[in-house]
Each structure stands twice: as C-alpha cells, then as structure tokens.
C-alpha cells in the first residue's frame, strides 16, 4: 500500500513512509482534544448533578412543520392536533448533541423511536 501511496502522489517508499508517520502523529495528537472517553463524561454529570455513571441526557421534542400534502400526513399530527416531527436527542455534560434522531412522524412515541434508535440497538 505505502508504495501505491507513493506513487499516486509521485514521492519515494522512504518520503511517503515519512508522510504517513507524521499525518499519523499529528492525528493522533488531536486524540484528547476530540474524543471524549466515557470516565470523563461520567465525570462531569457526577459533578454537576450528583448521579453516578451518567453518560448523557436523553429527550425528544416535536419540532412543528406544515401539513404534509399527502395521503399520510395524520401520521404526522401529534397528541396535541399539532403537525409536526417527534426528534430525539442525547446531550452530553457540555450540552453538546452526541446523537440527533430526527426522521419520525409526530404519532411516534418517545419509546418507540429509541428502541428503534442505534443508540439503543449500540448500548444492548
């Protein structure tokens, strides 16, 4: 592969070995920065509200949208007679999304979209 590297981008084995080395490291040093390990996410609920072994706050909300012109669009009514789309979302201790669910109808229950959710299909 490293000399099929090397010769797409028109370098020596020994330069794209040394290429690939240093992408790799520089990679590998953004690490803390973006991924966040679970002990710290725990953490942080831990401190902010006393539970332990919280890994993130779960919810949905409708979010309101027109009518849809179509045969389905009841499906689409929630309980409150209201059209709109039923949105699950996972926030970490930051308040940052760490999981948007956002493709059912308002008549789709809090339950039924996670038990339908890779979060839950992930975490089982």
């Not at 389905?72 to 669910?101: H, P, T, W």
């Amino acid at each position: 592969m490293l000399l099929s590297v090397a010769d797409f981008i028109g370098v020596s084995k020994a330069s794209a070995s040394r290429i690939v080395h240093h992408v790799s490291r520089a990679i590998a040093g953004l690490y803390p920065q973006y991924v966040k390990t679970l002990s710290n996410t725990q953490n942080a609920f831990h401190e902010i509200a006393g539970f332990p072994r919280i890994l993130g706050a779960i919810d949905c909300t409708h979010v309101p949208i027109q009518s849809p012109d179509s045969n389905i669009g009841e499906e689409y009514r929630n309980r409150k007679g209201i059209f709109s789309m039923n949105v699950q979302g996972v926030c970490n201790a930051d308040l940052l999304f760490m999981n948007v669910v956002a493709r059912w109808p308002g008549s789709a229950h809090d339950a039924t979209i996670f038990n339908n959710s890779r979060l839950k299909n992930n975490a089982m």
